[in-house]
C-alpha cells in the first residue's frame, strides 16, 4: 500500500510521525505549528493565548466511562491545559450520519454540557453537517479551543538537566483498554473503564510550582511511550522510566495481560506526563492527591545523560528501550 494513506498513519505511532514529517511539516511547519504542539501559543494585542483544535471518530460512541461527546470537550480542555494555560472557549462542530438515533445524539450532548460546565469552559460556537447513510459511522465531532496563558509557565526543554523527575498523575492505558474491551465485547469482571476527564485542575495546582516545570503532556494517540520519545528526539537528554512505578488499574492490567498489550503504548485520556526539577516533584505529588483525578500520581522516573535514548527498567532489573509504536495497535480510540 506504498503511496497511500493506511490505518496506522493515525495511531500516533511511527507512521504518524513520518506523515507530519514528509507531508505537513514541510508545507505548514514554518510558523507556530514548527514544534508541534498540543496547542500553539498566540500573541494578540499584548496578551498571550493558547489555541487547539481536535477531532474525534472513537468506535464505539458510548464506552465503559463516557461517551464521544465528554471525550471531545476532555481532549480540547486538556491539550490546553498541558500547554500551561486556562482553558475558556470551545467550538463544537458535529458530522452526524443519516439514521444516527436522535436519543443517542441526546445523551451524546448532555455529555458536551456536563463536560463543559465541569470544566468552566463556554461552546461558542460551532457547525452541523449531516452525510449519507454509511459515511461517517454515527457521528464524528470536531472542536476547538482557546486558553488563557498561565504567565507562571515556560515550558521548554533547554533547561532540562539529568535527575529531573518524570511524574505522571494517575494510572496509564485506561483509555485505551477501554475502547478496545467495548468494541471487542470483551466480558470482564471490573474491566477496563476509560479515564476520560480533565486534568486542568492538576496544572492549576502547580501554577505556583511553575518555574521548576520543563514539559506537560496528555498521552492520548501512542500512550506514554510515544511523548517521552517526543520529549527525548533530537535532545540534549534521555529518559529513563521503572516498570514497578508505572501504576494501572486492575482492569486496564487485566486486558493487557490477557492480549499481550504493553501499556506504554495505549492511549490515556485523563492522565498527565510531567518533567520537573527533582525537588519538585514530592511538592508536586503532593498538591494533585488532593484531587480524585490526581490520587494515584506517581514518579516513574528521571532525565539522564543518554541524549534521545529512553529506556525501562524492568521489573526484573533488566533494561530495555522503549520505541514509538509501529503501526496501528488500537485505531479508533478518539
Known amino acids: ?27 505548514f511547519g514554518a510558523g507556530p505549528l514548527q514544534s508541534l504542539p498540543d496547542a500553539a501559543t498566540l500573541t494578540l494585542g499584548g496578551r498571550r493565548f493558547c489555541f487547539s483544535t481536535d477531532s474525534f471518530v472513537v468506535q464505539p460512541l458510548e464506552f465503559p466511562g463516557g461517551n464521544i461527546g465528554d471525550l471531545a470537550v476532555h481532549g480540547t480542555v486538556n491539550d490546553l491545559a498541558v500547554a500551561g494555560s486556562r482553558p475558556r472557549f470551545l467550538s463544537l462542530a458535529l458530522i452526524l450520519e443519516e439514521g444516527l438515533p436522535l436519543a443517542t445524539l441526546g445523551r451524546i450532548l448532555d455529555a458536551v454540557k456536563r463536560g463543559a460546565d465541569a470544566c468552566g469552559v463556554t461552546i ?30 515556560s515550558l521548554g526543554f533547554a533547561g532540562v538537566i539529568p535527575g529531573d523527575a518524570i511524574l505522571v498523575s494517575g494510572p496509564i492505558g485506561d483509555h485505551g483498554a477501554a475502547i478496545l474491551a467495548a468494541r471487542e465485547g470483551f466480558r470482564i469482571d471490573r474491566g477496563p473503564v476509560s479515564d476520560s476527564r480533565p486534568v486542568h485542575r492538576l496544572v492549576e495546582a502547580i501554577a505556583p510550582l511553575a518555574a521548576g516545570v520543563r514539559f506537560m503532556r496528555d498521552p492520548t494517540r501512542g500512550g506514554v511511550a510515544t511523548v517521552l520519545n517526543e520529549m527525548a528526539l533530537g535532545h540534549h537528554f534521555g529518559l ?17 495481560e490477557m492480549l499481550g498489550l504493553d501499556l506504554l503504548h495505549v492511549a490515556s485520556e485523563g492522565c498527565l506526563l510531567l518533567l520537573c526539577a527533582r525537588e519538585l516533584a514530592d511538592p508536586i505529588l503532593e498538591r494533585w492527591r488532593t484531587f480524585p483525578e490526581g490520587r494515584q500520581a506517581q514518579v516513574i522516573g528521571e532525565v539522564t545523560d543518554q541524549a534521545g535514548r529512553v529506556v525501562l527498567e524492568t521489573a526484573i532489573g533488566g533494561l530495555r528501550l522503549v520505541d514509538l509504536p509501529s503501526g496501528e495497535l ?3 480510540i478518539c
Open 1 to 27: 500500500m506504498k503511496g497511500r494513506i493506511l490505518l496506522g498513519h493515525g495511531g500516533g505511532g511511527r507512521l504518524s510521525h513520518e506523515l507530519v514529517e514528509t507531508e505537513i511539516l514541510p508545507r
Open 124 to 153: 461558542a460556537t460551532g457547525d452541523t453537517k449531516v452525510v449519507r447513510r454509511g459515511q461517517c459511522d454515527g457521528l464524528y465531532i470536531n472542536t476547538a479551543g482557546i486558553g488563557e496563558v498561565i504567565e507562571e509557565f
Open 240 to 256: 529513563r522510566i521503572r516498570e514497578n512505578d508505572l501504576p494501572h488499574s486492575p482492569g486496564t492490567r487485566a486486558l493487557a
Open 330 to 332: 488500537l485505531p479508533r
